[in-house]
């Protein structure tokens, strides 16, 4: 029998928002921990930091026990992916050179005969195309570099302000699951996958399309929920 493969979305590790279960850092480090040589697979479906950068002599030390967890799961013959989000776009090497895990936009996995097509879904939507081009103003190498000269303390701090502010905004804004749903379909067909997990949202379900499933683990913030897979099936899991 093949052993289970998890995803997981949205911890928003780093801050610590009205109504966030205390403490989540340290309980994801304990789910980690807990399938060591019991699982095939751990997906990480983006935003799992409010803000990540990598300098070239700096790591943000506040997560030592997550890098050392995640560390650990390789070590026990876990396949360990993470998928780039909206907050923690900028990964650099240290998580495939230094703790074996692959980085990823985007990624499709072989799991337990089932073809799925992973990615975080941020920029789905068609009413965020202020954020796309936001997006590609952020991730533009010069001005990565420019962000690179600032010291790590005032940038983190800097990164963190505008998250807070476009949060705010964020979380005023009406989720339109039906354009995810559509694009997750049409995702499903154009790489002739079974599966579309996603993230961003916050949104947790498993959504039957006409070419497949489309599904979201939802957030580990407030309410954390994971997707499982066994057996070749999907299942939400509360925690």
Known sequence: MDLPAYFI???????????????????????????KG?????????????????YNYYIASAHFDLYRAFAELVESGVEVHLLQG???????DFFPKKLGVQVHK????EIQGKRIFVTHGDGVPKSDCGYRFLR?????????????????DW?????RFVGRNSRKYGESRKVKIEEYLEW??????KEHCDFCIHGHHHISGIWNMPNGVVASPGEFI?????????????????L
């Open 106 to 109: 985007s990624v499709i996995l």
């Open 38 to 54: 019991k699982a095939s697979h751990v997906v990480v479906i983006g935003d799992l930091f409010e803000f990540w950068y990598e």
């Open 136 to 152: 590609k103003v952020l991730d533009f190498p010069l001005n990565r570099f420019l962000f690179k000269q600032i010291h790590p």
């Open 184 to 189: 997750g379909d049409r995702m499903l067909k």
């Open 155 to 159: 940038g983190m701090g800097l990164a």
């Open 222 to 238: 407030k309410k954390p929920t994971i997707l499982s897979l066994e057996n070749g099936g999907l299942k939400l899991v509360s």
């Open 86 to 92: 909206n907050h923690d776009f900028a990964y650099g």
């Open 9 to 35: 979305s949205d911890a928003h590790l780093g801050i610590e928002p009205p109504g966030a279960v205390p403490n989540r850092e340290k309980k994801l480090i304990e789910l980690l921990s807990s399938w």
